[in-house]
């Protein structure tokens, strides 16, 4: 405290016993109750960016979800267009091949039949006028004999022939059942126990022939086209 002047004493031992020593602060106590304010504003404050953060990973996982939803869609469009090329490839390189082989085979298969037909008819008949209208003589029924001969292995061929044939064909099918048809007419003919061949003119029997070879022709390249169609389909 500072010395007031005069009129007042100054006295050094005044001084010293009104001065207030203070050695530390006091602690001071606010009591100001429960901070609930304080409680909610954490609270919300904690929540918003926590529902921010919520909502944005469930944005992303939806997000990538549907990403993967339509990679999945493109891949099995992909996948499936794929398969569809790959089949149609086989299709053409495996199902077409193998049909046009059916096809050069049966086509080979009945170009011999026919040809071994006319050169079996031949023979039989050529047998016939040569036994019948020329006289008996050295080397005559050896001859005779060859072309019977030739006849029988030709039919014999011819036979094995038609069934090969019809193996290859479906009886089901309307052109199949014509060239099984045509076949059994040929073959027929040639066997003097269903028909008495050569008591008939051989001119007729001539001509019988050529009507069930010219049948036999049609109904094939008939079968033929339709099955090259279904290759055409297939391709």
Known sequence: M????TPFDFHVNAVNET?????????????????????????????????IAWYTIKKNISALENDRLRQ??????????????????????VLSANRQQWINSLRANLSKFISLSASAIQNKITWYIHIENIP??????TQGREFLNNFFNEKHQMVGLATEIQLMLNPREDDSKRIIECLDNIISLMD?????LFHLDVGRV???YEDYTKNLI?????????????VKKII
Request: charged share 25%.
């Open 192 to 196: 003097d126990e269903d028909i008495v």
């Open 136 to 141: 008996i003589r050295n080397g005559t029924e």
């Open 19 to 51: 001065l207030l020593n203070v050695g530390k602060l006091p602690t001071v106590l606010v009591d100001s109750g429960f901070g609930w304010d304080t409680l909610l504003g954490s609270v919300v404050a904690g929540a918003i960016p926590a529902f």
């Open 218 to 230: 049609a109904v094939s390249q008939k079968c033929l086209k339709s099955e090259w169609d279904r």
């Open 2 to 5: 500072a010395w007031q002047g």
């Open 72 to 93: 999945q869609e493109t891949f099995d469009r992909d996948r499936n267009a794929q398969l569809d090329i790959a089949a149609k490839n086989l299709n053409a390189q």
């Open 206 to 208: 001539k001509e019988k």
